[in-house]
């Protein structure tokens, strides 16, 4: 197949299935719905938060603040400014609209914010950027629970439901074709030499803080954009919701996806979402599942990194495992 | 006009001065040495000729240009590239992807046409393979082209580096240590490439180098420091001969 | 005037719980130059102890300064052991493995401490009331300033331990040991030390003060619950690095700064902005001089 048709075939692939999962909503009771919703944006937001951590290396603890942000944004955009900008739009077509331009003014003040966070902190390395990174996002999260116009820490309510499950995997292909395009490129392999050897890549004339200014503000952008969604479904945002413990919750889908593999990365996102709901019913002694799920969660993490750091993807190169298989195939004729 | 000037360049770091007062010109097409004993202060020069560190005192020129004040990715823009002691090569990415970093800075595609992939975009990718694999071919390495570089031996990872060094299209090479841990016939080698990459890219080549028979060897000009400071320049013959090298190696005779 | 004052007293006194826990994470910094994410939560299981063991030693101690005294004990021994055994099974391994991969292992083992905490047949979610160990009364008051007892005790039990730990890095053969490996790992393990033993030893330092820590924030402020040790550690953790992380008199100085900020800003400003100032201060310090007021800069070998 041509080098070229091949990913736009994809997106397109991603775009009928966006397609086909919005035919199948209306169909499913509303907790299978909200879990099939909670997986899409969950995907965006690992997705987009591998761009940092695992392709351009830069460990960020702070992606629930750039959620956050698009969240109130795009709410504030469709509750306040979209009404006179397009009059009633509940329930028409134009609703779709109002979602789509909320969305990227959420996007878009929070890729701003990170431009203003990425400077000054992406000069510092490893943990300590895992700890300012941390800072802002609960920065952040303060400030907004301090906004008296933005409900405080009880948050904004009556947000329109105007996210559908189109929308939702719709801007997962989108993502996924964003990111796999941009590091399979040339220019792309300036955030994978960042990751691999900073001083080695700046040495070969790479402006490795632009890099990382980049990744962060392309990752905080979608982030916002996954904030948008999730206000849009929820009908109600509150700051708690942004907390240090989402940020963790992406990163462990980043993590065991296996840094820098997208598709891994997607399936990281749609199993560590799932796997708790499905646990939650469980029962052993006696005792319900849901009381210690999380500890368990916690758990697995920990022999995760102790057995399998690289995640349980990562490292694998699937084309030639593919090769190997269709040699030993002709070689056993 | 010399390609690269020095001039009365110093380094302290804290109290110690690791380059002091240094100035020594380079010229296009030549190449180089720069020798001396342990903690002599030979990467610190190039460190500080590749924007690294600053120069506490003193003014670098580069084809005429004050590049002091120059980060060191636009250093590598304005055509100095390196290779490191400890190799650094993108140790995750393929021998190919390596080189294609270099492309990078030079590539008219920004950000969003390297998403959409159309257009121009195909052409110059194309354009950009082609180089590479010339590149890999000249050194023997196209077998090669898709291994991680991490995997590759350790004398095909030096190999790599200098190839990476000069897909920037470097007007000056600085090599460090580039024969660190080869054996005889690899170091035969390295001192046949090092001409062959000065002849057909007609570059200026400056290494650092400890073992003696390869410096002495391949280069027409060899700069000798001691506790940073330089003590003999001139030709092989010329350094061998001077007995403050000869000290500067051996310590100070006893009587 | 006296409110300022009043302040500062205050300031001290948080800063001086903020010091026993950033000294855990200085400690353990300097010798693995690592951030032990978990070590909030270890001092939130000093809490706990305290608030457990407390019934069973009054019932043959009494109520008095022997059984506080006992408690404080009691939490540093078990935090001390806690933080041993997180070393020896969740760090330990991990030794020489990249830098991130252990954070997230400590952040892991600090979700783990904090989800199990809050089942139900462990401590449960809900907020329990921390034992009187001392009655409380005021030491001094007048002309707008007061100096509680629990304050006064908050001052002696720090300012002693601090002192003792001193004399143990300074003047002990572990100490010497513990300043050899934060120097060079490796190089002290070629000069014959155990460093495994070592790490080990400076964990459980670490940990039992953060448990004296949590003896003194909890008779300070009695409602505890399996979360109580996030803010904290994370206040604690920003003094560490705001006196240079690896720095135990600047553990110290930091930690007196935070708690003072602290307090200042709840005071003056607005109580919901505390825990904003030290993120803030954080930012600053880290963008401007990460290496903290009292540390020394590094440079990457090139």
Same mark, same amino acid.
């Given at each position: 197949m041509n080098k070229v048709a091949r990913p736009y075939l994809f997106l397109l692939l991603g775009i009928?299935? $966006?397609?086909?999962?919005?035919?199948?909503?209306?169909?499913?009771?509303?907790?299978?719905?909200?879990?099939?919703?909670?997986?899409?944006?969950?995907?965006?937001?690992?997705?987009?938060?591998?761009?940092?951590?695992?392709?351009?290396?830069?460990?960020?603890?702070?992606?629930?603040?750039?959620?956050?942000?698009?969240?109130?944004?795009? $709410?504030?955009?469709?509750?306040?400014? $979209?009404?006179?900008?397009?009059?009633?739009?509940?329930?028409?077509?134009?609703?779709?609209?109002?979602?789509?331009?909320?969305?990227?003014?959420?996007?878009?003040?929070?890729?701003?914010?990170?431009?203003?966070?990425?400077?000054?902190?992406?000069?510092?390395?490893?943990?300590?950027?895992?700890?300012?990174?941390?800072?802002?996002?609960?920065?952040?999260?303060?400030?907004?629970?301090?906004?008296?116009?933005?409900?405080?820490?009880?948050?904004?309510?009556?947000?329109?439901?105007?996210?559908?499950?189109?929308?939702?995997?719709?801007?997962? $292909?989108?993502?996924?074709?964003?990111?796999?395009?941009?590091?399979?490129?040339?220019?792309?392999q300036g955030f994978l030499a960042v990751r691999d050897d900073e001083i080695a890549a700046e040495a070969m004339g790479v402006n490795t803080t632009r890099y990382k200014v980049e990744a962060f503000v392309i990752g905080a952008f979608f982030a916002g954009v996954a904030g948008g969604l999730y206000g849009h479904y929820n009908e109600l945002i509150r700051p708690a919701d942004f907390d240090f413990l989402k940020s963790v919750e992406i990163i462990v889908m980043v993590i065991l996806g296996g840094m820098g593999s997208t598709y891994g990365v997607l399936f990281a996102a749609a199993l560590l979402t799932y796997v708790p709901e499905f646990l939650r019913g469980f029962e052993l002694f006696g005792v319900k599942f849901d009381s210690f799920r999380m500890s368990i969660y916690s758990l697995i993490l920990i022999i995760l990194m102790l057995t399998r750091p690289q995640g349980l993807f990562g490292g694998i190169n699937f084309k030639k495992l593919m090769k190997v298989g269709r040699k030993s195939v002709v070689g056993n004729q | 006009?010399?390609?690269?000037?020095?001039?009365?360049?110093?380094?302290?770091?804290?109290?110690?001065?690791?380059?002091?007062?240094?100035?020594?010109t380079f010229e296009q097409g030549s190449l180089s040495g720069i020798i001396g004993p342990n903690g002599a202060g030979k990467t610190t020069v190039f460190n500080v000729i590749t924007g690294v560190y600053d120069p506490t005192e003193g003014g670098i020129t580069f084809g005429g240009r004050d590049i002091v004040p120059l980060k060191p990715y636009q250093i590598a823009n304005v055509g100095i590239?390196?290779?490191?002691?400890?190799?650094?090569?993108?140790?995750?990415?393929?021998?190919?992807?390596?080189?294609?970093?270099?492309?990078?800075?030079?590539?008219?595609?920004?950000?969003?046409?390297?998403?959409?992939?159309?257009?121009?975009?195909?052409?110059?990718?194309?354009?950009?393979?082609?180089?590479?694999?010339?590149?890999?071919?000249?050194?023997g390495m196209l077998d090669k082209r898709n291994e991680m570089a991490k995997n590759l031996n350790y004398g095909d990872q030096r190999r790599l580096e200098i190839v990476r060094a000069l897909a920037c299209k470097p007007k000056l090479l600085l090599l460090d240590e580039p024969a660190a841990g080869m054996n005889p016939t690899e170091k035969q080698e390295l001192m046949k490439l090092i001409r062959y990459i000065r002849d057909t890219f007609n570059i200026a080549i400056i290494l650092i180098e400890h073992d003696m028979k390869v410096v002495m060897g391949i280069c027409e000009r060899i700069t000798v420091l001691d506790y940073g400071h330089k003590i003999a320049v001139g030709t092989p013959d010329e350094v061998k001969a001077n007995p403050k090298v000869i000290e500067a190696y051996l310590g100070e005779p006893t009587h | 005037m006296e409110e300022f004052l009043q302040q500062v007293i205050n300031g001290l006194s948080l800063g001086a719980i903020y010091a026993l826990i950033a000294l855990g994470y200085t400690m353990i910094y300097g010798v693995l130059r690592f951030i032990n994410f978990a070590h909030g939560d270890v001092f939130m299981v000093g809490a706990y102890i305290g608030f457990f063991i407390y019934p069973l030693l009054s019932e043959s101690l009494g109520t008095g300064y022997l059984t506080a005294f006992a408690v404080l004990l009691a939490a540093m021994l078990g935090c001390g052991l806690l933080g041993v055994t997180i070393e020896f099974l969740a760090y330990r391994p991990l030794r020489n493995r990249p830098k991130l991969t252990v954070l997230i292992t400590a952040i892991g083992v600090s979700l783990f401490l904090e989800y199990t905490g809050q089942i139900d047949f462990v401590f449960g979610a809900d907020y329990k009331t921390y034992p009187t160990l001392v009655e409380r009364s005021a030491v001094f008051s007048g002309s707008g300033l007061s100096l509680g007892s629990d304050q006064v005790i908050v001052f002696v039990v720090a300012i002693v331990l601090m002192l003792l730990l001193r004399v143990l890095v300074m003047k002990t053969k572990i100490g010497i040991a513990m300043r050899a490996l934060s120097m060079n790992l490796s190089a002290a393990s070629l000069m014959g030390i155990n460093t495994?033993?070592?790490?080990?030893?400076t964990f459980f330092i670490g940990s039992a003060l953060a448990g004296a820590g949590a003896t003194l924030y909890a008779m300070s402020y009695p409602k505890i619950n399996p979360l109580m040790g996030v803010l904290p550690g994370l206040k604690a953790f920003v003094a560490a690095v705001l006196g240079g992380i690896g720095n135990i008199p600047g553990a110290v100085f930091g930690s007196f700064f935070i708690g003072t900020a602290e307090t200042m800003t709840a005071g003056y400003i607005s109580p919901t902005f505390r825990d904003a100032i030290v993120f803030g201060i954080l930012i600053l310090i880290l963008i401007f001089k990460p290496s903290g007021l009292l540390g020394k800069g590094g440079v990457e070998k090139v």
């Open positions: 009928i299935i $966006a397609f086909g999962l919005s035919a199948w909503a209306d169909g499913i009771n509303p907790y299978d719905q909200r879990i099939v919703m909670s997986i899409g944006i969950n995907m965006i937001l690992a997705a987009s938060l591998n761009l940092i951590n695992g392709f351009t290396g830069q460990f960020s603890l702070g992606h629930a603040g750039f959620m956050s942000i698009g969240a109130y944004g795009a $709410a504030i955009f469709t509750t306040m400014i $979209a009404p006179g900008m397009l009059g009633e739009v509940a329930g028409t077509g134009m609703q779709d609209v109002a979602l789509f331009m909320g969305l990227l003014f959420g996007g878009i003040i929070s890729a701003l914010i990170g431009v203003l966070v990425g400077i000054p902190s992406l000069r510092l390395k490893g943990d300590y950027l895992a700890i300012v990174t941390l800072g802002f996002g609960e920065i952040i999260r303060v400030i907004i629970q301090n906004i008296p116009s933005l409900g405080g820490s009880l948050g904004i309510a009556n947000i329109p439901r105007y996210t559908t499950f189109f929308w939702v995997f719709f801007i997962v $292909a989108i993502v996924v074709f964003f990111i796999q395009q941009l590091t399979k490129s040339t220019y792309g | 006009m010399s390609l690269l000037s020095l001039n009365n360049v110093t380094i302290r770091f804290g109290g110690l001065t690791a380059v002091g007062n240094l100035t020594e590239a390196r290779t490191f002691q400890n190799i650094r090569l993108f140790g995750g990415m393929t021998v190919s992807d390596n080189i294609r970093v270099a492309f990078n800075n030079n590539a008219k595609s920004g950000l969003f046409a390297s998403v959409v992939q159309l257009f121009n975009y195909q052409r110059e990718e194309e354009n950009y393979h082609k180089q590479i694999d010339h590149l890999l071919d000249m050194f | 495994n033993r070592v790490i080990s030893f």
